[in-house]
């Protein structure tokens, strides 16, 4: 029987206890977050023990107030966490570029991007995820040379080749225009010879580079011998037409010689991924392209049609203005009759008349909107030593007299990696400087710097010194993401970065465009131009190639809903209005 003063209760009301004892531990020390121990449970909950309680009624309550504490905080820390990673993720977003612009945009601009989103999603399906034979694993963003062949065949591709790209601003003149024109201008000329340093066989074809030339009429042979028979005589000159027609047939004949040469005149898939996979590797078969094509750019004839086909095919792809990089190192260009003797003032007259005669014929069809102009990067080469560069500023102050509208700065090219530093020529350039204030001009500098993996090497240095020696612009700047306070003068001072994607690519700079800096330099505020630099050689003709790659690579197709922020999880600091902003500054940059 119960009692009044508790005693002899029996099971039934011991259990009601212990249930009451436990819905009153909501108001325990828990709910003000004070630590929990053994002892502070035991004094909060000594009176909800029943009063007939024996130890292990004792024990019962003592530890279900322990697990309920822990349990009360654990759900409070995570909710505390869940508040302040949603404003930690909401304050460092707001600071995104792709968040910044987003005020600025206008409906039509909203319902383009939603347009071409949803394009892509769709693609990222019945493209990215199809089977390929010959491409194992596709993803947004892959290796440029092997994915080029999926690219082509996206909506999303064709799209962005109708869209207007702005300037560019970062392209070597001698490496424009696609190998396949550039080598039938060479098949069109009967003055266009051809040279190689050893019989071409099986075994020599990947080895034997070949050289060309416009020679004279009295030097021409048309002889019947090709460069594939015994009795060719190593490094002497056969007419081009004649050797393609001699090729053995058991390398392909004609066709095996086409394919021969645009191999020498372009990097493939093997050899950027492959036999040539590292960055001084890709280099040497990179340069080796120009090598080739010098000869049949630098004859005045085909040069007219070079220049022609760069500009028409720049506008084609919705480029406004071209500024390319030209190599006077050569000091003079062969002429119509074979003979060398185009001097640097009649290039640029050429390129002068090519430019007027393309606007005249804008103008003409009403299309005048379409291309703004040109202007050229006086460059020269990296390996001169100091003192053979006066010869150079000399000519270059004498064009930027003659063609004020032409000349648009001054540069130094070639690898930086083994070639000359700029601080080798520090003295030199500054001396540059003074020679313009006295003939009354200003050639600025636009130096390459910074196109390297190295931290802290001559390459990586030159970044120091470009911004020294006051550049306008730095070409590439890959390794700029690793000096914060280079990274603070050029957005403080506006100095554009050229970035050159899937350049940095092929080069082996990076593997896979997902982990090219390029979002970081764009979040930090820095001018950013999209440039091609070496399109001859990398297939990424015009600006097209480069945008795709840029904007896909930075879409996962399996994208994923934040439960927490409800926002949907995907990077687009270089999505579509990102690539309209780059190309709107790549004409407003200095």
Not at 141 to 166: D, H, Y
Request: net charge negative; aromatic share 10%.
């Amino acid at each position: 029987m119960n009692s009044k003063n508790g005693k002899n209760r029996g099971p039934g009301f011991r259990r009601y206890w212990i249930q009451r004892s436990l819905r009153r531990l909501a108001v325990g020390p828990h709910r003000h977050h004070t630590a929990v121990t053994a002892a502070s449970v035991e004094l909060h909950y000594t009176e909800l023990i029943p009063p007939d309680g024996n130890e292990t009624d004792r024990a019962l309550v003592i530890l279900h107030g322990l697990l309920y504490g822990i349990c009360y905080i654990s759900l409070w820390v995570v909710s505390d966490g869940l508040s302040a990673r949603k404003e930690l993720i909401s304050k460092d977003r707001s600071l995104r570029l792709d968040v910044l612009d987003q005020d600025k945009l206008s409906a039509l601009e909203i319902e383009a991007d939603r347009l071409i989103r949803s394009i892509r999603a769709a693609e990222a399906g019945s493209v990215w995820s199809a089977d390929y034979p010959s491409i194992p694993h596709p993803f947004p963003g892959m290796e440029f040379l092997t994915g080029r062949s999926i690219i082509v065949q996206t909506e999303v591709f064709k799209i962005l080749c109708k869209m207007p790209k702005g300037a560019l601003l970062h392209a070597h003149l001698d490496a424009t225009v696609n190998a396949s024109f550039l080598y039938d201008l060479g098949l069109q000329e009967p003055s266009i010879h051809i040279q190689v340093p050893q019989v071409v066989n099986a075994q020599t074809l990947s080895t034997a580079l070949q050289k060309f030339r416009a020679l004279p009429a009295e030097l021409h042979n048309n002889e019947v011998v090709s460069l594939t028979s015994p009795s060719y005589v190593p490094d002497s000159w056969i007419s081009l037409a004649h050797a393609r027609k001699q090729f053995d047939p058991a390398l392909g004949g004609p066709d095996g010689f086409d394919r021969w040469v645009l191999g020498c005149l372009t990097i493939n898939p093997a050899e950027a991924y492959g036999t040539h996979n590292t960055v001084t590797k890709i280099w040497q078969k990179f340069t080796s392209t120009f090598r080739v094509a010098d000869g049949l750019i630098h004859y005045a004839p085909i040069f007219t049609k070079y220049i022609r086909e760069f500009i028409r095919s720049s506008i084609e792809d919705g480029i406004l203005y071209v500024e390319p990089r030209v190599n006077f190192w050569i000091k003079t260009m062969v002429n119509a009759d074979g003979v060398e003797n185009v001097t640097h003032r009649e290039l640029l007259m050429i390129f002068e008349s090519v430019l007027e005669e393309t606007i005249a014929d804008l103008k003409a069809q009403g299309r005048e909107d379409e291309f703004v102009g040109a202007k050229i990067i006086y460059s020269t080469l990296r390996f001169l030593e100091p003192d053979e560069l006066d010869w150079y500023f000399e000519d270059c102050i004498a064009l930027k007299k003659e063609f004020p509208h032409l000349i648009a700065g001054f540069d130094l090219v070639g690898d930086e990696n083994v070639l000359y530093p700029l601080s080798h020529y520090t003295k030199k350039l500054l001396n540059f400087r003074h020679m313009q204030k006295d003939a009354g001009v200003d050639i600025p500098f636009i130096h390459h710097a910074g196109e390297t993996l190295g931290d802290d090497s001559k390459a990586d240095m030159n970044l120091y010194d470009a911004i020294l020696l006051g550049t306008k612009r730095i070409g590439h700047g890959f390794s700029l993401v690793k000096h914060p306070e280079v990274m603070n003068i050029c957005r403080e001072k506006n100095i554009a970065l050229e970035v050159c994607p899937i350049s940095n690519e092929i080069l082996r700079l990076t593997s896979s465009m997902p982990m090219h800096p390029l979002p970081i330099l764009l979040n930090y505020g820095i001018a950013v131009a999209l440039c091609s630099d070496d399109p001859s050689a990398f297939g990424n003709m015009g600006l097209s190639f480069d945008f795709f790659q840029v904007w896909l690579s930075r879409y996962t197709p399996c994208a994923v809903i934040d439960v927490f922020l409800e926002v949907l999880v995907s990077s687009e600091v270089t999505g579509l209005i990102q690539l309209g902003a780059m190309a709107r500054d790549s004409i407003k940059v200095p």
